[in-house]
């Protein structure tokens, strides 16, 4: 009955100055998204074309006028050696991003929850986030000041010591622990505050109760804080996961100083290498191929992780 | 006695970890707050080291001279450098207002249930949470279409809006204005947008603060639309004036062979010491303000992470 009421009412509305009005407000906005996130998803047609730029004349009516290559320009994404690595970079990565940086995070949330003094923790909370608010830029200054090859801390101290200085930037098996330390050290306090904020929101008579029934503090974090993180830790997940062929491009790029040379093995991922075709020679639509199956790849998985959540426990999926 | 007061005043005084459990974190912490921190200092230390003992000892956290010769070099040849901070300034400024407005605007419309258009609206701000064009179509379309290369817009327009800000606007709309005060303004004759004028934004203030200051420290910290879109030096913000410095100088570094030109050009740059002087100019300004709003983001992470 109800329902049907709801329904009929729904039929009966008529467009009404109040929407014109609130149509007015939504347009610029809207303007936006249409040029900033629907044009390029079109443009990713590129990626299927043999993309020419005429001299003189419109985006559109270049992309409407290139050749059709059909799937070539992945055929030369497959074929170059490049895509392994990169392929293989980026979603190792990420992995151990999401695996460590969960845990660290999570672990020093819960710690800093249960020190004494409120007055340290918001100290200590206040210190960790501060790297956060860095652009990689600056951070790779401050690799560069401890790295340096004639100048850097790191160095020196070897020097001092009688050995001879090792070369940063050209080791290779060095960077995966500098790139992981990097990342950890700039993103451990942005999302331990982000489980902290969960972690005071929890009711506490559920600790009363658990501490009537006997249970000690490690018990209580075990049985009752946990399970009450699940949802934020598993929307996190999400998160990353839906970005894991995508590589948060400052640290990659700004840190290794444009994965080049000698450690391209161990720092190049899928952005980077977009990134550096798109400033060299190499045709546009061979790397527009790479953005169109990165972008497709993510879809996927941000829908399918999504699923399984929503499989498992039906709150905490986001879509 | 401030501890026991402390102690006292939370609910389960006995409920806490014992003693050494938590000197044991506080060392812990200690060690980690200093490690975030402790680069900033190095850093500062070497932008006030004598050049000589940069070049006797590389960078160290005792040198054997100081001096403000670098800050004093940024302020005479220094130039580029004002320029710099000044289109930082203006990115950074016009962005933001630009960036709230739109954000807030269209959260307030996805906040009105009874708005025709609304799924048509959700979906054109959802979508673009899943799937985009990536690197390469933007990059053609906003050089092709919008002929934003070399422009001062590039640094500003596409960093403008993100779905996730004006989710986090909708649900903090929806939660805080109640629909009978709208209604209620409409009967008396008001306009959607003075209602959203005079009552939505005067009664989301934490929200504006919020978002305002997500977006402040995002376009301070961009160096990326730069390094896509601006090759003119006259347009660089400082931190692609930084990552300038810092390629070339590595350019050179990889580079050995390039000759006397090189060696000339070398010459020019800043020295060791003003490279890590820009560096503390950018960062200064974050240093100084964020402590105070650090309270506005941890709210503003807080109502991102209520499901809208």
Same mark, same amino acid.
């Given at each position: ?17 109040n929407?014109?009005e609130?149509?007015?407000l ?5 303007v936006?998204?249409?040029?900033f ?7 990713l ?8 730029i ?24 497959i074929k170059s ?10 979603i ?5 991003f ?7 995070s ?18 200590y909370q206040t210190?960790?986030f501060?790297p ?9 200054y401050?690799?560069?000041a ?5 100048n850097?801390?790191v160095n020196?101290?070897i ?8 070369q ?18 700039k ?21 009363? !109760?658990?501490?009537v029934?006997g ?7 075990w049985?009752i ?9 598993i ?20 840190l290794s ?8 093995n ?7 290498y977009v ?18 199956f990165?972008?497709v790849?993510?879809c996927?998985?941000?829908?399918v992780?999504? !699923?399984?959540?929503?499989k ?8 | ?38 680069p ?10 004598s050049?000589?003992?940069?070049k006797?000892?590389?960078y160290?956290?005792?040198p ?6 670098s800050?004093?070099f ?38 009105r249930?009874d ?13 673009p949470?899943i ?5 390469i179509s933007?990059y053609?379309?906003n050089?092709?279409?919008m002929?934003?290369k ?7 327009l ?11 606007c909708?649900?903090?709309f ?6 009978s005060?709208?209604?209620?303004a409409q009967i ?9 004028g ?9 929200l ?6 997500f977006l402040?420290f ?12 601006i090759?003119?030096t ?11 410095v ?18 000339q050009?070398m ?8 490279r890590?002087a820009m ?6 300004p ?8 650090q309270k506005y ?6 109502v991102?992470?209520?499901?809208g």
């Amino acid at each position: 009955m109800r329902s049907e009421s709801v329904r009929t009412k729904r039929k009966k509305r008529h467009w009404t100055k109040n929407d014109t009005e609130l149509s007015i407000l939504a347009l610029p906005t809207t303007v936006w998204y249409i040029l900033f996130c629907f044009l390029p998803m079109f443009g990713l047609v590129i990626a299927f074309k043999n993309y020419k730029i005429t001299g003189g004349k419109s985006f559109i009516y270049n992309v409407i006028h290139s050749e059709w290559a059909g799937f070539k320009n992945f055929e030369f994404l497959i074929k170059s050696n490049d895509l392994y690595i990169i392929l293989r970079n980026t979603i190792l990565y990420n992995l151990t991003f999401i695996v460590l940086g969960m845990v660290l995070s999570v672990g020093m949330a819960i710690m800093i929850s249960l020190l004494h003094n409120k007055r340290k923790s918001k100290v200590y909370q206040t210190l960790m986030f501060f790297p956060y608010f860095m652009s990689w830029v600056v951070v790779a200054y401050f690799l560069d000041a401890f790295l340096n090859q004639s100048n850097g801390l790191v160095n020196g101290m070897i020097r001092d010591a009688g050995n001879t200085p090792i070369q940063w930037y050209m080791k290779a098996g060095l960077w995966p622990f500098i790139l992981i330390f990097m990342y950890l050290w700039k993103s451990t306090g942005y999302n331990m505050i982000i489980y902290l904020s969960s972690i005071t929101g929890i009711d506490t008579t559920l600790y009363e !109760a658990a501490v009537v029934d006997g249970a000690n503090k490690r018990q209580q974090v075990w049985y009752i804080t946990l399970p009450c993180l699940k949802n934020v830790i598993i929307m996190m997940f999400i998160l990353n996961v839906g970005k894991i062929f995508y590589s948060d491009f400052g640290l990659f790029y700004q840190l290794s100083q444009g994965a080049s040379g000698s450690i391209f093995n161990a720092t190049a991922t899928i952005d980077t290498y977009v990134f550096n075709a798109l400033q060299s020679a190499t045709p546009i639509g061979m790397t527009s191929a790479a953005t169109f199956f990165q972008s497709v790849a993510c879809c996927i998985t941000i829908l399918v992780a999504n !699923a399984i959540v929503k499989k498992i426990d039906e709150d905490s999926a986001i879509i | 006695m401030g501890k026991n007061k402390e102690a006292e005043n939370s609910a389960s005084r006995l409920n806490m970890i014992a003693g050494k459990t938590n000197a044991f974190f506080n060392i812990i912490f200690t060690i980690v707050a200093l490690m975030c921190i402790i680069p900033v200092v190095f850093i500062f230390i070497i932008s006030i080291s004598s050049e000589q003992s940069i070049k006797m000892n590389g960078y160290r956290f005792i040198p054997e001279a100081f001096s403000i010769d670098s800050y004093l070099f940024l302020f005479r040849e220094g130039e580029m450098i004002v320029h710099a901070l000044g289109i930082s300034i203006l990115v950074t400024v016009v962005g933001t207002v630009l960036g709230v407005a739109l954000t807030t605007l269209m959260g307030y419309v996805l906040s009105r249930s009874d708005y025709k258009l609304k799924g048509f609206c959700t979906m054109i701000v959802f979508i673009p949470m899943i799937f985009n064009g990536g690197m390469i179509s933007s990059y053609v379309v906003n050089t092709q279409f919008m002929h934003l290369k070399d422009s001062i817009w590039a640094l500003i327009l596409p960093l403008c809006v993100s779905s996730f800000n004006v989710i986090i606007c909708k649900t903090f709309f929806k939660t805080n204005i109640p629909d009978s005060v709208i209604e209620s303004a409409q009967i008396d004759g008001a306009s959607q947008l003075t209602i959203f004028g005079k009552i939505a934004i005067p009664l989301s203030k934490p929200l504006i603060a919020t978002i305002a200051l997500f977006l402040t420290f995002g376009y301070w910290n961009d160096w990326f639309q730069s390094s896509l879109y601006i090759t003119n030096t006259k347009l660089f913000s400082l931190q692609a004036l930084l990552d300038h410095v810092q390629r070339n100088i590595q350019m050179m570094a990889n580079n050995p062979t390039l000759g006397v030109t090189m060696q000339q050009y070398m010459n020019s740059m800043p020295k060791e010491g003003a490279r890590m002087a820009m560096a503390i100019i950018i960062i200064v300004p974050i240093a100084c303000t964020y402590p105070f709003f650090q309270k506005y983001f941890i709210s503003g992470l807080t109502v991102g992470a209520v499901k809208g």
